[in-house]
């Protein structure tokens, strides 16, 4: 299985700097108030797709660190119920013999 995951490692950087050797022209970006780019597609792609990853990583980050506050919120708990002591099961058997 390690092997296979090295070969298509591999086989997706070939086919990632194939494309990046293609694709070397340079292209102009229009921004708005007449602001413009110049770079190769390649570079501005590569920008595109670390920002668009970066933004979707912060968009769980909210949900994470909630889930990690009710994992210790239920941990506390539990560990809590399992500290308590087990008065209640000799209360009702002695409340039933009497």
């Known amino acids: ?3 296979i995951n090295w ?3 591999v086989a997706v950087f070939i086919a990632l700097l194939g494309f ?3 694709n070397d022209q ?3 970006l229009y921004y708005y108030f ?3 780019w110049q770079a190769s597609l390649v570079m501005i792609l590569l920008i595109f797709f670390a920002a668009g990853t970066i933004a979707g990583m912060l968009s769980m980050v909210v949900k ?3 889930q990690r506050r009710e994992i210790s919120r239920l941990k ?3 560990k809590a119920i399992n500290q308590l002591p087990e008065t209640s099961g000799s209360q009702q ?3 039933h013999s009497s």
Do not use: F
């Open 7 to 9: 070969i298509l490692r």
């Open 64 to 66: 994470v660190l909630k």
């Open 93 to 95: 058997s002695s409340a």
């Open 1 to 3: 299985m390690r092997y």
């Open 26 to 28: 340079q292209v102009t």
């Open 34 to 36: 007449g602001y413009e």
């Open 20 to 22: 990046a050797v293609k």
């Open 76 to 78: 506390r708990d539990l």
